[in-house]
């Protein structure tokens, strides 16, 4: 639902503009500012990613941001509505809500809008280097030297899609302890002192990977991100360890991770991996002292939301990729394509094990589920619960999680199903950056 115009602000829709004269639609990759926030003329509100290139899109008038319509990841055709805006009387340069059809029937200019210039501390691309013109402006988009860049088009020539594959690759990766830890670096200097440290901990059968939109705006804000592969997902190692072990590893990098960081460490935990940071937490120094200063929590298990044994039993029960993705729907998350399935089916069966040891641990036969309360009542600093309506996985009722919650816990109610950061990164970016 977006936010009411102020009385002297007229809302309309903000249309995608046509970028380039052979381009029919484009991918929304990036929103720069959020609903509510004020924009000026030729600012950069967000990137869209045409057949040839991704281009920074400015405000063509000065606004507000009322509602976002194209989510980052949808595709979109030209002209369509991407998002409501409102301005001031006498701006109208977009389509008015409710405009008639006999007002906006005169044909209008197509206008091209290139794409801005974007400084880049890397060197500039060496003559000698064979790419793509699409591939040379995606390479200083992203900052990266064509050199160091494998071309796997013809005789050797560098695509856009090669920039793409090496710009989603994280800058660093390797496993640490029983762990596999991704690290996208901060892109600028923030002015607030040194950057913060944010660490994101996935949920059963996810991997570091579903992180990356939510990785990347942190990075372009300023952050620097650490996501965690658990072990039995992603490249982590899939010998099996109990949810306790697996909470005091993380403790210790958790450690580890505030020793080497001047700024502050803040920590994210999805699902059963809020579970598990707010367990590791609970056994670093206090969150006013040294170690994590606060946690964001999406969805977790422990809460007081009811744990559906189902969903893991479906999944580790799928021998097809096709029986796999039906198991998977209740996250209400993207639908992966078969390729895909397949690839998370073989390693699914790879750590069988290691995953259903920690199944067995977060909702035992023979006793009660793992609670984080106690965890919870001992940590006592800022800590944001963010709580999908739809989630189908550990669905909650106000009386068994909202009641009996620390005062200190805020709530955020987010939209979308069990892992709302990976259908509206968004809006769990909203959330986290209110602790940093």
């Known amino acids: 639902m977006g936010l009411a115009p102020d009385q002297d602000e007229t ?17 929304i990759t990036a929103w720069l500012i959020e609903p509510g926030a004020r924009f000026e003329r030729g600012e950069i509100i967000l990137e869209v990613e045409t057949d040839k290139t991704v281009v920074e899109v400015p405000a063509l008038q000065a606004g507000r941001l009322v509602e976002i319509l ?36 005169a044909p209008r200019p197509k ?32 900052g990266l030297p064509l050199e160091t860049i494998q071309g796997t ?31 996208w670096e901060a892109a600028r200097e923030t ?27 942190l990075a372009r804000d300023g952050v620097h991100v650490s996501a965690i592969d658990l072990p039995g997902h992603g490249a982590a190692d899939n010998t099996p360890m109990t949810f306790n072990a697996c909470a005091a590893a993380l403790a210790d990098l958790l450690a580890e991770i505030a ?13 059963l991996g809020g579970a598990l940071a707010v367990r590791a937490a609970a056994q670093t120094p206090d969150l006013s002292g040294g170690g994590v200063e606060a946690i964001c929590l999406i969805n977790p298990i422990g809460l007081g939301g009811r744990f559906e044994t189902s969903f893991p039993e479906a999944v580790l029960a799928a021998r097809t990729p096709e029986a796999l993705g039906d198991a998977l729907e209740p996250l209400g998350a993207p639908v992966l394509t078969n390729e895909a399935l397949a690839a998370l089916l073989a390693r699914i069966e790879a750590a069988r094990p290691a995953l259903a040891q920690f199944i067995e641990d977060i909702a035992p036969e023979d006793g009660p589920p793992t609670s984080m309360r106690d965890d919870l009542e001992a940590l006592g600093g800022a800590v944001a619960l963010g709580l999908s309506w ?3 996985v550990v669905p909650w009722r106000p009386e068994d999680t909202l009641t009996t919650l620390p005062a200190s816990v805020g709530v955020h109610f987010l939209t979308g199903g069990h892992a709302p950061y ?15």
């Open 259 to 271: 020793s080497a960081t001047p700024g502050r460490l803040i920590l994210l935990g999805h699902s």
């Open 191 to 217: 002015d607030i002192g040194p950057a913060p440290h944010v660490v994101l901990v996935h949920g059963l059968f996810a991997d570091a990977r579903g992180f990356d939109a939510l990785a990347r705006r």
């Open 70 to 105: 194209a989510p980052e990841g949808d595709e979109v055709a030209v002209e369509a509505a991407i998002a409501r805006i409102a301005v001031a009387p006498g701006q109208r340069l977009a389509t008015p809500a409710g405009a008639s059809e006999k007002e906006n029937s």
């Open 153 to 183: 088009g013809r005789n050797g020539r560098i695509t856009a899609a090669d920039v793409a594959a090496v710009a989603a690759a994280p800058p660093q990766s390797g496993p640490r302890g029983p762990f596999f830890l991704h690290v």
């Open 111 to 142: 206008k091209e809008i290139r794409p801005a210039p974007i400084r880049s501390t890397s060197p500039p691309a060496q003559s000698d280097v064979a790419a793509s013109p699409a591939a040379r402006d995606a390479a200083k988009r992203w």
């Open 11 to 27: 809302e309309i829709d903000l249309t995608l503009p046509r970028l380039g004269e052979t381009m029919d639609e484009g991918r």
């Open 390 to 392: 739809e989630d189908r």
């Open 422 to 436: 990976t259908t509206n990164p968004l809006e769990t970016h909203s959330v986290l950056r209110r602790l940093i």
